[in-house]
């Protein structure tokens, strides 16, 4: 009696690290063990007379310092593209999900179906498809043409355009899923009751909508901006030699030029920047101050 | 912006309101005029568009047809944040990114009013949390909340505060001490209160002026004891209360009296409690109103005899029998603990007897069942 009660005390204790296990188990050999060889490899330099790709540690790190001002011109393009996408998939994903959240009545499932649709196809595939749209035979290139809005030499494809609207397009459902889920959960009486209390339809949305919406707008834009800073994919199909971003500048090192020590250094400094931003971004969103 | 202290002020009047969405029709050709500084209440079931009529009146619906009047403005088609109205929402609708100050300072800073510290803490002090200025609501008991709802609407000083079933989220215990506070912050602030609800105690305890609506329109209004002693219809009759209705017919008139045949025994009621359109009738009778005595002793006023008990619940304050009568009907009667006399049990042979004058009559083509069918306390928000 007293070893069954002892042992299924006992179980209890442990049954959450047990239930941590697999995923600790994963996550070390696949992400730490990885991420302290890349940390170990940024500060290596190349063996004197050895060949391309040979490396030995010297705890250089002055790697970082050199890397970063050779490619600090695609480290600003890096933000300010992923700054650009953020905001414009804020722009578009707000207004959608606001009418998804509260004018949709029963179309509201088919629509949430359709936002995750374009999941169904490939990433790679999706982004080749602009290059399409954008061509000189798309949709979109013609009738501004007609209209004048831009010149008979200009195009669209192999621009910073280009990239930052490919990156607003495939970034655009990991803005819109949350921000919907923070809308619909808002009470629609509260909306009642601002109006009821002498505030008109703008400022109702300015002091009870966005307020109450934020932790869905903190939550978009990180998931957006995030995996936006370090692509490469939009930037390799839809861009040019001159707006490349960091991601492809890592990608370039690792695989073509063989220089590890600078591409570990990068991909270091691309997370730390990260990390910073966003840690920054939520102290002065505020987001633990929301319900 | 509203400028609520310069606003019309006055009579609510609504006229000839109709209120369809496609085949239905929440609300049928109402009529009604709210006096100013009143204790006004729409009592009815679920589904009698009470809920309808008070989102007319604070402009978060538009009427289909008829039009709104406050003082000799009208305001029908006005937008909500233009009406000098406010609303104590069911469950509160109170904004929770805000503290309590901000929530009950909303109003005022919307109408471009800068100093709101004194007029909020006026308020706090009137629903007595002042202590509570700087939280949130989530971090508020629900009887906090409902009293904030209150205060966030009251501190407006609105020509017209509207309720909308504002103590149905509360315990029972909580509702009857609110009902009290409630209605003495009316009589303190002297502003017109409108308040829906389904609960007939509610409104009774509450309200100067009672409206009973069904079916999208106003059965029967005045103040509750006019309610209660003189109902028009059956629905009335049941739904405020309980009743005893007998079938029966008018036989001939005694002065300001009607002489009244139930089942071959004559009983008397006043003339002006009859609401018959003709001889045929269904006297109502309350069933606090009914003395029962054994068959033999000595009685006064109307009387019924040939019942005997068939049912008794002892229930502490009063006693409830049903008598079952002669013809077939059952009789509630409820009886005071407060004689000493133990009550009588079942199978006793008794009379019932009752003072004439607390007999009401309904027209004979009456259906008894209305107003009872509905469950007063299922309560549906969505109505």
Same mark, same amino acid.
């Given at each position: 009696m007293i070893l069954m009660r002892m042992s299924k005390a006992l179980s209890k204790v442990k049954l959450p690290y047990l239930l941590l296990l697999p995923g600790f188990l994963f996550l070390f050999t696949f992400f730490i063990l990885p991420i302290l060889n890349l940390a170990q490899t940024s500060t290596q330099t190349p063996i %004197? @007379?050895?060949?391309? @790709?040979e490396y030995e540690q010297?705890?250089?790190?002055a790697n970082y310092i050199d890397a970063f001002i050779e490619n600090r011109e695609q480290f600003a393009r890096s933000f300010i593209f992923a700054i650009c996408a953020t905001l414009l998939a804020l722009a578009i994903a707000y207004p959608l999900a606001y009418a998804i959240a509260f004018? %949709? @009545?029963?179309?509201k499932n088919i629509l949430l179906v359709l936002i995750i649709?374009?999941?169904?196809?490939s990433f790679l595939l999706r982004t080749v498809a602009w290059k399409q749209i954008l061509g000189?035979?798309?949709?979109?290139v013609p009738p501004l043409r007609t209209f004048g809005?831009?010149?008979?030499?200009?195009?669209?494809?192999?621009t910073s355009f280009a990239v930052v609207i490919g990156m607003t397009y495939n970034f655009l459902p990991f803005m819109t899923l949350p921000l919907y889920a923070s809308l619909e959960r808002i009470d629609p009486r509260t909306m009642e009751a601002s109006g009821d209390l002498y505030a008109n339809g703008i400022t109702t949305f300015r002091r009870v909508t966005l307020p109450l919406s934020m932790p869905g707008v903190v939550a978009g834009t990180l998931l957006t901006f995030i995996p936006a800073a370090g692509d490469y994919v939009n930037a390799a199909i839809l861009g040019n030699p001159n707006s490349k971003m960091l991601g492809n500048v890592i990608e370039s090192r690792f695989?073509?030029?063989?220089?590890y020590p600078t591409a570990a250094a990068l991909s270091f400094t691309l997370m730390a920047a990260i990390l910073i931003l966003v840690t920054l971004y939520i102290r002065k969103a505020g987001t633990e101050e929301l319900v | 912006m509203v400028d609520v202290s310069s606003a019309t002020r006055g009579d609510l009047r609504l006229t000839r309101i109709t209120k369809s969405y496609g085949d239905f029709? %929440?609300?049928?050709?109402l009529s009604l005029t709210i006096p100013e500084g009143s204790f006004f209440a729409l009592l009815g079931?679920? @589904?009698?568009g009470k809920t309808t009529t008070l989102r007319m009146i604070a402009g978060l619906e538009e009427p289909t047809v008829g039009s709104i009047h406050l003082g000799t403005t009208?305001?029908?088609?006005?937008r909500p944040y233009q009406r000098p109205i406010n609303t104590v929402f069911q469950n509160y609708a109170?904004? +929770?990114?805000?503290t309590i100050f901000e929530n009950i300072a909303f109003g005022l800073r919307r109408r471009g009013?800068?100093?709101?510290d004194a007029d909020v803490n006026k308020v706090l002090d009137l629903v007595e949390?002042?202590?509570?200025?700087?939280?949130? +609501?989530?971090?508020?008991?629900g009887g906090q909340q409902q009293r904030i709802a209150l205060a966030r609407a009251i501190v407006n000083r609105p020509a017209l505060l509207l309720l909308d079933?504002?103590?149905? %989220?509360?315990d029972l215990k909580l509702r009857r001490q609110m009902q009290i506070e409630l209605k003495w912050i009316q009589r303190e602030v002297g502003l017109t209160f409108v308040h829906v609800t389904h609960d007939q105690e509610e409104a009774m305890t509450m309200a100067d002026t009672i409206a009973v609506m069904n079916e999208g329109g106003i059965e029967q209004m005045g103040s509750p004891a006019d309610l209660y002693d003189n109902p028009k219809t059956a629905f009335v009759a049941n739904f405020l209360g309980q009743s005893n209705l007998i079938k029966g017919r008018i036989e001939g008139t005694d002065g300001d009296n009607l002489v009244v045949d139930l089942y071959g025994q004559k009983i008397s009621m006043s003339k002006n409690r009859s609401h018959a359109v003709d001889s045929s009738i269904y006297a109502g009778i309350r069933p606090e109103k009914f003395r029962i005595s054994l068959t033999g002793t000595p009685t006064r006023g109307n009387v019924l005899t040939g019942g005997h008990i068939e049912e008794v619940s002892y229930i502490g304050v009063s006693t409830q029998y049903q008598v079952a009568m002669p013809w077939g009907q059952e009789l509630m009667v409820f009886e005071q603990n407060d004689d000493g006399v133990p009550p009588f049990d079942k199978g006793d042979q008794v009379v019932i007897s009752w003072e004439p004058n607390f007999t009401f009559a309904l027209r004979?083509?009456?259906?008894?069942e209305a107003g009872t069918e509905v469950a007063p306390d299922d309560l549906d928000e969505d109505e």
């Open positions: %004197a @007379g050895g060949d391309t @790709g010297t705890l250089r790190f004018k %949709a @009545g029963r179309f649709a374009p999941f169904f196809t000189e035979e798309g949709f979109v809005i831009i010149g008979e030499s200009t195009t669209l494809t192999s695989f073509k030029i063989v220089d | 029709t %929440a609300v049928d050709d079931p679920s @589904g009698c009208d305001i029908t088609t006005k109170l904004f +929770p990114h805000l009013i800068k100093s709101v949390l002042p202590h509570l200025a700087q939280r949130k +609501p989530t971090q508020l008991s079933e504002p103590l149905g %989220a509360l004979g083509d009456e259906d008894v």
